[in-house]
């Protein structure tokens, strides 16, 4: 039997279910932000889809990855395009799971509270505090990085380069 085309339908529909979504976060960010009072949900509302769906089928995409090049009989040596894609693949996972992830989080826990009610105290800055300013630059960056990734990864998988 060969496994090929279904190693290579699960390698797409997962890429589909994995990575459709995260083009989506800036929107609900966005949103969040435009409605301080609900930040904080926006926000987790893209970490447990992150979490739940965007994770574990980013990680199968490597498992149904190994399933093609193992049923293809695929020589990853004399594929560069394939092993820039795989480089690739593995920096967006790490910087998604350590990086990434970890700043969300940090942001839930300094907006679990929610908006202060009235307004600052006299002295005081309005607006949010500067480091969670600084984290929602973070991670915004973070996610252009991460959407740059899978749009040359996808790029190399469907064209194949040679190079």
Do not use: C
């Amino acid at each position: 039997m060969n496994l090929l085309p279904w190693f290579l339908f699960a390698h797409i529909l997962g890429a589909i279910i994995a990575f459709g979504p995260t083009f989506t976060f800036p929107i609900i960010g966005r949103l969040g932000g435009m409605e301080p009072q609900h930040a904080n949900f926006a926000t987790r509302v893209s970490e447990t889809i992150a979490k739940v769906q965007v994770t574990p089928f980013a990680i199968l995409q490597g498992i149904t990855g190994l399933g093609i090049v193992w049923a293809g009989n695929i020589d990853i040596l004399k594929t560069p395009w394939l092993i820039v894609g795989i480089v690739l693949y593995l920096v967006a996972l790490g910087y998604a799971i350590f990086v990434q992830t970890p700043t969300v989080q940090r942001v839930i826990a300094m907006t679990s509270g929610g908006p202060p009610s009235g307004p600052p105290p006299a002295g005081a800055p309005a607006g949010p505090p500067p480091e969670l300013l600084a984290l929602i630059k973070r991670i915004q960056r973070g996610g252009f990085l991460l959407a740059g990734l899978i749009i040359v990864i996808v790029f190399l998988m469907v064209t194949k380069p040679a190079f």
